[in-house]
């Protein structure tokens, strides 16, 4: 089975403790990429500028990702500026340039809209709508978001949410949308809007998950990691393992689910090990398993 990953492919700039990045290949839908193309052929959804590194899209493409969707359009591509002080749990954007995303309206081709796994990676809720809209049957349906729409947009966001079969967001996401402090008060929540499970990530205390129909909670701790250089990107890399996994397996009960978020976590541990994408982009579905095995070992009682 495959996958469509609606979202951001960007150029980060990002400064950690542990030095400094320039014009960095990232964002949203490509970290997502990097993780799920272990498990099922991805189509990457998203648009640059004419700015954009030829070389970027040569990378993308040798990592078996279909771009036949990637608008190119006149412009500049969009860029993200952050830094990571201190623990490196939240990020301090610096600067962000919209660029092309400004005017992104998706495009699928016809083969494409029959494709049943869905990932709406972090973007304006619009345009996920905009891309949902066009598909013929979505199976499954994830859907990823942050503050800056949940502020803007909520409305548009909670109407989409119906059509959504999980929700994925972190922890201060989940709480400013749900308006519920406690995290499985605010799952609950979350799922009142619409979709089947909720699926919160609490960084380098793990993840939450919550499925409506059953009451099935279920909680993961992360994998430990000696050292973080470089957390850009590390939801979206959950994210992809997650969903990736579930789209090969093509079933949702509580034993793909957990295997899924545990194939979620040992791949986001990867992508902290490093800048960017240079972690993850060599990443073999044996380094994957490799690492779940230490996983299940540590946390075995």
């Not at 002080?85 to 005017?103: F, M, R, Y």
């Not at 081709?109 to 013929?136: C, G, T, W, Y």
């Not at 380094?287 to 299940?296: A, G, N, S, V, Y």
């Amino acid at each position: 089975m495959s996958i469509i990953v609606l979202g951001t492919v960007a150029l980060d700039s990002v400064r950690t403790p542990f030095g400094k990045r320039k014009e960095l290949l990232g964002g949203s839908a490509a970290h997502f990429s990097m993780a799920a193309r272990l498990f099922t052929k991805v189509n990457l959804i998203a648009i640059v500028g004419s700015d954009f590194p030829k070389r970027h899209i040569s990378f993308l493409s040798g990592k078996g990702l279909n771009l036949s969707s990637l608008i190119i359009d006149k412009g500049k591509t969009f860029r993200w500026e952050g830094e990571y002080k201190g623990d490196l749990n939240q990020a301090l954007t610096l600067n962000t340039e919209l660029g092309v995303l400004s005017v992104f309206k998706p495009r699928v081709s016809e083969e494409q809209r029959a494709i049943e796994n869905i990932f709406l990676a972090n973007v304006d809720p619009d345009i996920q709508q905009h891309l949902l809209f066009k598909m013929r049957s979505p199976k499954l349906v994830g859907l990823d978001s942050m503050n800056y729409w949940i502020n803007t947009k909520r409305k548009e966001l909670i109407k989409l949410l119906k059509q959504v079969d999980i929700y994925v967001a972190n922890d201060q996401e989940s709480r400013d949308l749900s308006q519920e402090n406690n995290l499985l008060k605010a799952a609950r929540r979350l799922c009142s809007f619409g979709p089947k499970m909720a699926l919160i990530k609490k960084g380098e205390h793990g993840v939450l998950f919550y499925a409506k129909k059953e009451g099935f909670v279920f909680s993961l701790p992360a994998y430990p990691v000696e050292k973080v250089i470089d957390p850009t990107g590390a939801g979206d890399t959950f994210a992809g393992g997650f969903m990736g996994y579930l789209a090969k397996k093509n079933k949702i009960n509580s034993t793909t689910i957990k295997k899924a978020l545990a194939y979620g976590t040992v791949a986001a541990s990867f992508n902290v090990e490093d800048f960017g994408l240079y972690r993850t982009s060599r990443l073999l579905p044996q380094d994957l398993e490799r690492r779940l095995i230490k996983f299940k070992n540590c946390f075995s009682f």
